[in-house]
């Protein structure tokens, strides 16, 4: 029991040296028991869902560190010190979807900010920042971002933060968190990186330099397709109390059985990431022998043009890949519709494989001429690679290629 000031947060424990929050134990360990003390009041394994909105305090002011659920809930608590012990950050924060996180973020700065952004960066992302933050005098410009120079050309006195998506979706562009964090930290600017992509198993943007991570937990984090989520995660404990202070008072916050399915998915996220990086290479290499394929777009592969950079800073390629297939919208509209294991579906990040066709789903409403330009062309394929049996897979492209 401690005294605790009214409206103070709930406290951010931090791991005691040797306690499975450690930095010094294996990732894998960390996400099966960091954060998730069993439960104090009946020793249960697995983390309780706390669905309380209020909690009682002994005395006026002394709580066991809770005073109200959207400040601070026992299972939104364990989620975030999990995530953060698996970042390397110093806290995490849970939110009711990537977006929300996103828009928490950005509300640390002030009107008149001007963010760098990668160019093409997840739609909603894109969406919040033109057509919602720039009404409230925020001020965007997009780069390509695997051009250090144009980013350092982009940055000006006014910059607060250098937004960075690694790898894009679809195209599989990356940027240089460590290059890139250096030339923001030299001009002022404050580094995001969202690392959806690759979860923490393959890539940690706070140790490469950056000051935040965002996630869509919707994704890999949650793996199953069954919860809308999203975290941030901070690296200092000064943007830490900002970052709580703005959940707490924004109040975007996770509730308490969604944090609980994040925890249940981050238990299995190494074994999870390593079925999909290993099935969407395998995938990758077929089809860039395929004569009906042109270009595969996957950074594990030799012929991805930023291959070393992806080795360099990660250590595997995550489950997403886009291909151009030989032929115009129609034949990779027949494709998409003959799988038959590969669901045809927007989304990713989920243990079932889901296909699509980028410039008639997700990426519909950007126009041609802009699609174009990023390379997102009709004849280009998404798969966000599950981790059904390789063989099924591959078999189930081959009968689909068979019937352009
Ligand atoms: C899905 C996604 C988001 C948005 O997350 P939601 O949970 O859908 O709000 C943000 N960034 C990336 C890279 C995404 O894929």
Redesign the pocket.
């Given at each position: 029991m401690k005294k605790a000031a009214k409206a103070a947060p709930a406290p951010k424990l931090t791991a005691p040296q040797g306690h499975p929050g450690d930095g010094s134990l294996g990732f894998s360990t960390r996400a099966i028991h960091a954060g998730q003390q069993p439960d104090p009041a009946t020793g249960a394994i697995v983390t309780p869902v706390y669905l309380t909105s209020t909690y009682v305090q002994e005395e006026v002011g002394v709580t066991k560190g809770y005073d109200y659920s959207r400040g601070g809930n026992p299972t939104r608590t364990a989620l975030e010190q999990n995530l953060a012990s698996l970042e390397g950050g110093h806290s995490a924060y849970a939110f009711g979807?990537?977006?929300?996180a996103?828009t928490t973020l950005l509300l640390d700065f002030d009107a008149g900010a001007h963010v760098v952004v990668s160019r093409n960066v997840?739609g909603?992302?894109f969406r919040l920042f033109e057509r919602v933050s720039r009404r409230h005098g925020f001020r965007f410009t997009f780069v390509d971002a695997r051009d250090s120079a144009a980013v350092e050309a982009a940055l000006t006195p006014d910059t607060r933060l250098l937004f960075l998506?690694t790898p894009t979706?679809p195209m599989m562009e990356l940027a240089d968190i460590r290059a890139l964090s250096r030339l923001a930290h030299g001009r002022g600017a404050k580094v995001a990186v969202?690392n959806?992509?690759l979860t923490p198993y393959f890539q940690r943007p706070l140790e490469l330099g950056a000051d935040y991570v965002v996630h869509?937990?919707?994704?890999y984090i949650g793996g199953h397709s069954d919860v809308?989520?999203?975290l941030l995660v901070t690296r200092t404990a000064e943007d830490s109390e900002r970052i709580h202070f703005l959940q707490m008072s924004i109040g975007a916050i996770l509730s308490p059985f969604d944090s609980w399915l994040l925890l249940r998915g981050l238990k299995t996220l190494a074994v999870r990431m390593r079925e999909h990086a290993r099935n969407a290479t395998s995938i990758a290499r077929w089809l860039e022998k395929h004569p009906r394929v042109r270009r595969v777009h996957f950074p594990a592969l030799e012929s991805h043009p930023q291959h070393e950079l992806a080795t360099r800073q990660s250590t595997g390629p995550g489950g997403l890949l886009s291909f151009e297939l030989d032929g115009g919208q129609a034949e990779a509209k027949r494709l998409v519709e003959s799988t038959r294991v590969c669901s045809l579906a927007e989304s990713?990040g989920a243990v079932e494989t889901l296909i699509s066709i980028p410039s008639l789903m997700t990426h519909a409403s950007v126009p041609r001429p802009q699609r174009e330009a990023l390379g997102i062309t009709d004849n280009l394929v998404r798969i966000s690679v599950g981790i059904e049996d390789e063989a099924d897979l591959l078999a189930d492209l081959d009968q689909a290629f068979a019937k352009l």
């Open positions: 979807s990537g977006m929300a996103i997840y909603g992302t998506e979706n969202d959806t992509f869509s937990a919707t994704k809308v989520g999203g990713l």
